[in-house]
């Protein structure tokens, strides 16, 4: 037969303990003193014996009860973290935010803004493929999403185009050989199909030489010359990689850079806040916000010549 101990006896007598004695603990815990009395009889009849050697002013543990005190504070510390986790404080609001891993770097001046114009909100976060984060914003995990996609929402969702972000080559790939290797994201990716689709306009021949989920795994397997990938324009000053020097390469392609917001997100001025402050964190991004112009990239550059971006 499997016994479960019950949180609040064991943090009546964590309270007996550090308030020393059964007056203050039932004060600090805002029952009455009887009810602190009989959490501590039936911890006793738990560990069959009793829990205190002596009460009053020479109050004292038993061993028995010294070795569930033990229990007790690692066990209540435990249980009061996982609450503070999942259940906001009284007066706070927890909302859950995505943002797509190339566009991660945008966090630290968003939490920011957001934490100075609405102090009451505590936001998680969690970073990822948009495609992922997209269906976890449609089916209510996360209250909105700043995304970095090529497809079209799914319905479930608010949008609100931040403005298209330019893209780059990236890596340097072996000079020999006719097939040019490419490091790509796993479907789902709708980046993965347009970049396919740009080099086979193009007449390259490609074959993918690497593939995986993270940011990390990409940007390494360009850095160790495996194969050219896709990132934001600015990944040379973000992560330190390469530029493509290879004649011939199309113009990659400009993606949609869409805040995406779950029906029903509180509090209400959130949505309007959240686009603000990605937008301002947005600013040390290659973005091509409306009414301004892409600037001009050759689809063919000279031998040595690195795309500009």
């Not at 002596?54 to 690692?74: F, K």
């Not at 991660?104 to 493929?129: I, K, Y």
């Not at 209510?140 to 185009?161: F, I, S």
């Not at 990659?252 to 402050?277: D, I, K, M, Q, Y």
Request: aromatic residues 4%; proline residues 9%; contains cysteine.
């Amino acid at each position: 037969m499997r016994h479960d101990l019950q949180i609040n006896r064991l943090r009546a007598l964590v309270a007996v303990v550090e308030h020393g004695g059964f007056r203050r603990a039932a004060e600090a815990l805002h029952i009455t003193q009887p009810a602190v009395s009989q959490q501590i009889r039936q911890l006793a009849g738990f560990i069959k014996g009793p829990v205190f050697a002596s009460t009053g002013r020479d109050m004292r543990l038993s061993p028995q009860g010294e070795e569930l005190l033990r229990y007790a504070r690692r066990i209540v510390a435990l249980n009061d973290e996982a609450v503070a986790r999942f259940v906001p404080e009284a007066g706070q609001a927890l909302l859950s935010v995505g943002v797509a891993s190339q566009l991660a770097e945008v966090l630290p001046e968003f939490l920011r803004l957001v934490n100075r114009s609405l102090p009451h909100v505590q936001l998680r976060v969690r970073t990822g493929a948009s495609e992922a984060l997209e269906q976890q914003c449609r089916t209510g995990q996360l209250d909105a999403a700043l995304l970095l996609q090529a497809g079209e929402l799914e319905p479930g969702t608010d949008r609100r185009e931040l403005g298209r972000m330019r893209t780059a080559w990236f890596g340097r790939p072996p000079t020999t050989g006719a097939v040019l290797p490419v490091a790509l994201f796993p479907d789902p990716c709708t980046v993965r199909a347009h970049v396919g689709e740009a080099l086979d306009r193009a007449g390259i021949a490609w074959q993918i030489a690497y593939e995986g989920p993270e940011l990390i795994g990409l940007r390494s397997a360009a850095k160790a010359g495996l194969g050219v990938t896709c990132l934001v324009a600015n990944g040379d000053e973000l992560w330190g990689l390469p530029l493509t020097v290879r004649p011939g390469l199309p113009q990659p392609p400009t993606l949609p850079v869409t805040l995406a917001l779950a029906h029903g997100a509180v509090p209400e001025e959130f949505p309007r806040v959240a686009e603000r402050a990605f937008r301002r964190a947005l600013e040390g991004y290659p973005l091509i916000t409306e009414g301004a112009e892409a600037p001009a990239v050759p689809r063919t550059p000279g031998p040595g010549v690195p795309v500009p971006v």
